[in-house]
Structures are given as structure tokens and as C-alpha cells.
């Protein structure tokens, strides 16, 4: 557009002085000539009008000129204030908020994704990809275990602990549990047989060893636990069991009420959260869901193909069908953009004001020119014409008087 705009003030002054070399030839070039006469006037006084606004004209120090870059702090604290006072106060984001249905779209994105499929469905593929990418993924991940940690650290286990289990046994949850344990002792009684036969043999003394006797003791030994076992299996009101559930019970209450026991959960989580192998199992699982989202990101189209697929277009249905679970969403969206306002609405207009400080005038200046440059080379070719016309009528009003 600059190229277009200088090159109509060329033209310009080319007819002119053709118009000039030629005014003899007919009446009619005198108005060619007053048309580009006035055309060169209006396309220069706007080449200044505009190239002043950025820069020095031909490099010239003329007072009131290259404004932007003399000015840039104030337009940094300016526009800074702009945005203040017009986009970050907690009104305005609020009452803007509530003309914003986020569940409503969110719901209706999930329930039928195939209305997104193309650009924006892979550009946001791609942008999720790529940062994920970028970010220093051993930092990142040492973060989120520190973070994890603390929270663990200021989090007393042991009451939740005590009260999961109480509800548990309220509700006979607790005897899945105790079937479980005990098959696993008939596994593990049955695996270390040969255990109980040695340990037998070995503490038997020499007659019982030279009659045979220990083999049978340890039969015996053995025939009787698993009796026990299975007769533990058979009956869910078996006098173990019953002992076990008391044990449990109590198990809850110390948990919850006695201090010496919380104690100790409390000094065996922090033993656990500084042994360094749950570090590396935690690096271990961060990195795999780090892997599970770059291989959503990248390939959204099978993942949604599938059970998440459903489930989220499930989900979306629920967004747009459930009222009362879209106003609370849209409330804690409005309340979070709210907060976000009140809270970090001064950093970032400093944010803002700041980083355009920070920059040269060069940089301002090039900014600034690209983001409207077009109009304002319109405004140079504008000036030339309407200046043209202008010339045009002057000369015909100045022919007929």
C-alpha cells in the first residue's frame, strides 16, 4: 500500500508536468494540470501528516513530529489505563460474564464434537501438543511432586482414614476386604508349605525325627490351618472374622480419636513421601498421563471415537440438559473471571505498561505501523484525489469568474 501510494504521487507529478509542457495543445489540459497540481499538494501534505506520526520526515528534526516514539510512555501508561478502567474492574467482568453461557457452548461441543472437526479441532490439538512439548517436562513434573508432597505434608491422613473405614464397615464394604484376605492366606499357606515342614523338622527333637512323627505334626500343623482358612471362607460369622471386624472397629476409632496412632500414620506418610522411590514412581506416572495427553492432543479424532467419546458427549448432554449443574458452572466460571479481575487486574495493566516501556522506539513504531499501515496509506491516496478535486473545482470556479 505504500508502494501504491507513492506511486499515484509519481504519477501525479508526471501528469503535471506533461499538463505544463502541453497546456497549449487545448483548453481541457488546464484542468488536467490544476487536478494534478492540487493531487501532488493534498499527497504530500498527507505523506507528512502521516509519516510524522512515526518518524522524522527525510530526517529532518521538524518540531511536532515522529509522535509515537516520543511518546511511547504515555501511550503505554494510557492504554494501560484504558484496559483498567474499561475491561479489568469487577463490574464490568461480571456483567459481561453473565451473558456467557460456558456450559451451554461446553455441552453442546461435547455432545456433537464433529461440528469442531477440522481447523480448530487440530489447531487446538496442535497448540496443547506443542506446549506440552515445550515445557521442561523433569521441572514441570518436579513441581507438580513438590506440590503434591506439600499438600500431603499439611494433610492429617489419619482421620480420613478412620472415618473411610468406619462408613465402610457401617455399610459392609469392609468384607470384601476380609474375603481377600482371607484367600490370600490359603495362597500363601498353600505356597510355604514346604516352610512349615522344615521349620517342623528342624525344632523336632531326634525321636520324633527318627520315628517319622515330625512329618505327621507337620501334616497336622498344616491340615489345621487350612481348615481354619476354609471354614473362614465358608462362614461370614465366623469368631476370627468377628475378631477381625473388632479389630478394625478399634482400628477406626484410634485412628480418628487417639493421638499416639495418628502419630504414628503421621510419621510412617512422612517417611513415605521422603523415601526417594516414590519420587521416581511419581516422575514414572506423571510422565505416562504427560504421554496420554500428547497422544489425545495429537489424534484427538480416535480418542473421541471411543469410551471417552461417549462418556463426554454424555457429559455434554448433561451440560445442556442439567440447569442446575450449567448455573453453577457458569457461577464459578463468573466468580473465577471475577477474582481474576480484582486480583490481577493491576498486574496486568502493569504487565501491560510495563512491556511497552520496555520496548525501543523502533520497535513501537514497527509495531504499531504494521497493525495499520493499510489505512493510513489509504489516508495518502485519499489526499491525493480529494486533493485533485479540490484543485479541479478551485480551477473551474476561478475560469468562470
Known sequence: M?????????????????????????????????FSEAAMVG???????????FRHPLHLPIPHTAIIPRNKDRIADTLAAFLRSNFLIPSVVARRMRRVDVAGATGRWLANPNRSRGRLRAGLGRL??????????????????????????????APLLGRALATAM?????????????????????????????MVHERAGSVLRWTGLDETLANKIIAGLAKLIADMAEDPDHPLRAKAEEGLTKLAQDLQHDPERRAQVEAFKN??????????WWLGVWESGRTALLRIARDPDRVLSGELGAALAQLGETLQND?????????????????????????????VSDTIRSWDARTVTGRLENAVGRDLQYIRINGTLVGGLVGTAI?????LL
Open 323 to 351: 440447569a442446575g449443574l450449567a448455573d453453577t458452572i457458569n457461577r464459578f466460571v463468573r466468580r473465577t473471571a471475577v477474582g481474576a479481575a480484582a486480583d490481577y487486574g493491576d498486574g496486568i495493566v502493569r504487565l
Open 128 to 157: 496443547a501438543a506443542d506446549v506440552l512439548e515445550a515445557l521442561d517436562q523433569e521441572r514441570l513434573g518436579g513441581m507438580a511432586k513438590r506440590a503434591l508432597a506439600d499438600r500431603l505434608r499439611a494433610l492429617e491422613v
Open 395 to 399: 480551477h473551474a470556479v476561478d475560469v
Open 2 to 34: 505504500r508502494l501504491v501510494a507513492t506511486g499515484l504521487l509519481v504519477l501525479m507529478a508526471a501528469v503535471f508536468l506533461l499538463a505544463r509542457a502541453y497546456a497549449d495543445l487545448h483548453p481541457a489540459i488546464a484542468y488536467v494540470r490544476a
Open 43 to 53: 499527497g504530500l501534505a498527507d505523506w507528512f501528516a502521516v509519516t510524522a506520526l
Open 170 to 198: 457401617q455399610e459392609d464394604r469392609h468384607r470384601p476386604l476380609l474375603d481377600g484376605i482371607v484367600n490370600w492366606a490359603a495362597r500363601v499357606l498353600d505356597a510355604n508349605e514346604h516352610l512349615i515342614r522344615e
Open 271 to 280: 517417611e513415605l513421601l521422603d523415601n526417594p522411590a516414590l519420587g521416581d
